[in-house]
């Protein structure tokens, strides 16, 4: 153990053997412990870093120390003192001592001996160097030089780790650790992490430089487009499209994922070439993703009475319909049942169906949606096309939903029961996954690609006939009826909305313009036919145009009085005249009825007879339906002929012709079968029918007579031509409790159940 040396105390660099380092200060206390070293002690001094930098004392010193020795002091013109210092060895300090303000310790030199082994790591350590040195861009060479004739490990490590850009703390380990195993080891970590850092560093600067040359060649492209288009007048570039896509993404209201997709394909909008062919359909998806309203809705109202009353106000009748209605959303609104089936209105065209789905929307303060898909036979309409398709779009759905603008609306389907099935696929089933509560909340459009909810969506489904509906589709529907109107009702529905609403269309108020109940009949019967009221506000509102004009050119006349001659007067001959019984009664003439998209009618059948061998002759439009009824009656005939007393010559002999004389109605059912029978009965038993008599049923070839549809309409069409007595199935019995009181008062229904009740009824009397 040497004697005590002056401690240096140093917090920000450290000093190692063989190492010099140059330290400027102006301090008295270092000033005065420099002259002390310089003049006293030989210039040799312990270099000190203390643990503890805070507070230091001498229980804050190292067990470790480097002996340094002054090798130059002068001042400098900043009047500050330079010294330099240099490492001589690593020394074990102790017995710290405190004299006059300074530190004093003894010390004791290190001795290291190298084995093999340090030889194995001096080697690896040159090798790491090396590549250090390689990698690193801040490392220079100049260490290298230094290299020539060393073979100690420990000096190696000294020399390394003063050349090395670590932190003050990292350093401090590298005086306090006296193996140099160690240390080479703690070189060999450092210098890898360092390498790892640079080799990151390196990659991102790589990439970005990659980024930046790209993003300036599109720049500069760019440029140069708009200063193209600029020269050829197209300004509005795609940039300011994306501008304006960014902008709506960041308002748009949907899930992430759709987000996502949709800020991808406006940064693939971005990136495409401004000549792309693909550039238009891109912008085309785009603009459809930004305005679906993925998450729009608008709040129901829950009040039932509030709907009642729109409903009420808005339709006149549709009892049992509004009802059906009020019922099915009070459940829904019970039960928060989502999966409740969807509402189908079936009935004859104008009577209210589409309309009464309107209100229903405003009564809930929904929006409305509405597509037709009568005709329909591919299903794409319903689903889209995929978007590799030349011109795809959505489907008929999401295009409604769109126009909608909320994703809640009431969404009306028209004419369900018109789609037809062929190679294109079956629009049916796509509508079925539409409408099907366990599927629509992931619905799935081609064009679209991303799932849109269709689960808050209140369906409504229109129809004319419910036997037309796909069997799947009707199975999921909540069937409800509004059959055809009587005169009656649609005089009331003249008189209370239709006249109101025309008259308020045209300006006009019902002080100026009053309109009789004949005149109103005679529009109802003779300009209009059909089962709603579509024509006749048609015929209304050209009344009024013809009115309005009259009082604009007129001035005197401000007032008029519609009755039965001002309608013939302004609308001109009558349009429509039904069909009339005959005049007398008449052998093989019997009247049947007919049930059309016109509402009801009658449909006198004729059967004659001529000269031949049993032939059945058939004229006029009929369907093949309808030619079967005729072989089944007379087969029915044939094999009856004693029961009904007809001589069975007369078959023989002749041949028979059936007529139903033309007309604009369907023909084509099996209900005229007890009319035909009847026809041929009267004629060849050679006895009248009267004409007040009409009837409607199926027959079978034993005589049954089975149910048949659109009694109420039939009944309204035979009240009309004045019948007094209907023969109807059996099986409908249920259906005559909806006719009309006023028709019931003046037509007697007679039910039948087997073809004997009607042949007793009008033949053996
Ligand atoms: P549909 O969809 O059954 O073919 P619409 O709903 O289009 O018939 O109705 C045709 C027109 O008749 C509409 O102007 C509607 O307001 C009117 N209308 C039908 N039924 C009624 C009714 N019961 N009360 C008032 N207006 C009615």
């Given at each position: 153990?040497n ?69 130059l ?5 900043n ?67 230094q ?17 090395l ?13 006296v ?9 060999i ?30 720049y ?65 998806y ?58 189908c ?24 949606a ?13 689903v ?12 008929r ?59 808050k ?15 799947e ?21 003249a ?36 089962a ?10 050209s ?118 004389p ?38 079978t ?23 007094k ?11 005559l ?29």
């Amino acid at each position: 153990m040497n004697n005590k040396l002056l401690v240096l105390i140093i917090n920000d660099m450290v000093i190692f053997p063989n190492n010099e380092v140059r330290i400027e200060y102006d301090n008295l206390y270092d000033s005065q412990m420099i002259d002390i070293v310089n003049k006293i002690e030989d210039d040799l001094m312990l270099i000190v870093n203390p643990i503890d930098e805070e507070n230091i004392d001498i229980t804050s010193f190292p067990k470790y120390g480097v002996l340094g020795k002054l090798k130059l002091k002068m001042n400098v013109p900043n009047g500050k003192t330079r010294i330099i210092i240099e490492g001589i060895s690593r020394v074990e300090l102790s017995s710290f001592v405190e004299d006059c303000n300074f530190f004093k310790a003894d010390y004791k030199l290190i001795e290291i001996k190298e084995d093999d082994e340090c030889k194995n790591y001096f080697n690896i350590l040159i090798k790491s160097l090396e590549n250090y040195i390689a990698k690193v861009p801040y490392m220079g060479n100049a260490i290298l030089g230094q290299l020539n004739g060393m073979n100690s490990l420990d000096e190696l490590c000294d020399l390394i780790v003063s050349f090395l850009p670590l932190k003050y703390n990292d350093k401090k380990k590298y005086i306090t650790t006296v193996d140099p195993i160690e240390r080479c080891k703690f070189l060999i970590a450092d210098m890898n992490r360092d390498l790892k850092f640079v080799e990151l560093e390196q990659k991102i600067e790589l990439e970005v430089e990659k980024e930046i040359n790209q993003s300036q060649k599109e720049y500069f492209l760019r440029e140069k487009i708009k200063l193209m288009q600029q020269e050829i007048g197209d300004s509005k570039g795609k940039d300011s499209e994306v501008v304006v896509f960014t902008k709506k993404i960041n308002k748009l209201k949907c899930s992430t994922k759709v987000k996502d997709k949709i800020k991808r394909e406006i940064e693939r909008y971005d990136s495409l070439n401004n000549n792309s062919p693909e550039l238009g359909m891109l912008r085309e998806y785009l603009d459809w993703m930004l305005n679906l309203p993925w998450n729009k809705f608008t709040k129901d109202t829950d009040d039932l009475n509030k709907v009642k009353n729109i409903l009420d106000s808005s339709h006149y009748a549709l009892t049992e319909a509004k009802e059906r209605i009020i019922e099915y959303l009070a459940v829904k609104q019970n039960t928060n049942n989502l999966k409740s089936p969807i509402i189908c209105l079936v009935g004859p065209p104008g009577v209210g169906k589409t309309s009464l789905a309107l209100s229903i929307a405003k009564s809930l303060n929904r929006n409305t949606a509405k597509i037709s898909v009568g005709g329909i036979n591919d299903e794409a309409e319903i689903v889209g096309h995929r978007r590799t398709y030349i011109g795809a779009n959505p489907g008929r759905i999401i295009q409604g939903i769109r126009k909608a603008g909320t994703a809640n609306p009431v969404f009306i389907i028209d004419e369900i029961d018109k789609m037809t099935k062929d190679i294109k696929g079956d629009p049916a089933s796509s509508l079925l996954e539409v409408l099907d509560p366990e599927q629509n909340s992931k619905f799935s459009d081609h064009y679209i690609e991303e799932e849109f909810d269709l689960s808050k969506v209140m369906f409504i489904a229109t129809a004319n006939y419910v036997e037309q509906i796909p069997y799947e589709l009707k199975d999921r529907l909540e069937i409800i009826n509004i059959s055809s109107y009587t005169e009656y009702e649609k005089l009331d529905i003249a008189k209370n909305h239709l006249i109101p609403r025309a008259l308020e269309e045209h300006g006009l108020t019902p002080l100026q313009v009053q309109i009789t109940d004949e005149a109103i009949m005679l529009l109802i019967r003779n300009y209009t036919k059909e089962a709603g009221v579509r024509e006749l506000g048609r015929m209304i509102s050209s009344l009024f145009r013809k009115i309005v004009k009259k009082i604009l050119l007129d001035k005197n006349k401000v007032f008029y009085n519609i009755d039965f001659f001002v309608v013939e007067e302004l609308l001109g001959k009558k349009k429509y005249l039904y069909t009339e019984t005959s005049e007398v009664d008449e052998v093989g003439v019997v009247n049947g009825m007919a049930y059309t998209v016109f509402g009801g009618d009658i449909l006198p059948i004729e059967a004659t007879l001529f000269k031949g061998s049993g032939n059945l002759i058939l004229t006029g439009s009929l369907g093949e339906v309808m030619q079967e009824s005729c072989h089944i009656a007379l087969d029915y005939i044939k094999s009856n002929m004693d029961k009904f007393n007809i001589d069975n010559k007369i078959l023989l002999e002749n041949d028979v012709h059936i007529h139903v004389p033309e007309g604009a109605v369907n023909k084509d059912g099996p209900s005229a079968g007890v009319t035909i029978t009847s026809a041929l009965i009267s004629l060849l038993l050679n006895k009248k029918v009267s004409r007040d008599v009409a009837m409607t049923g199926e027959i079978t070839l034993r005589g049954r007579v089975l149910g048949i549809g659109g009694l109420k309409e039939k009944v309204i069409g035979a009240h009309r031509a004045s019948i007094k007595k209907v023969f109807v199935p059996l099986e409908n019995e249920a259906d005559l409790e909806e006719i009309p009181k006023e028709i019931k008062n003046d037509i007697e229904f007679i039910k039948v159940s087997n073809y004997s009740d009607i042949y007793n009824y009008i033949f053996k009397r």
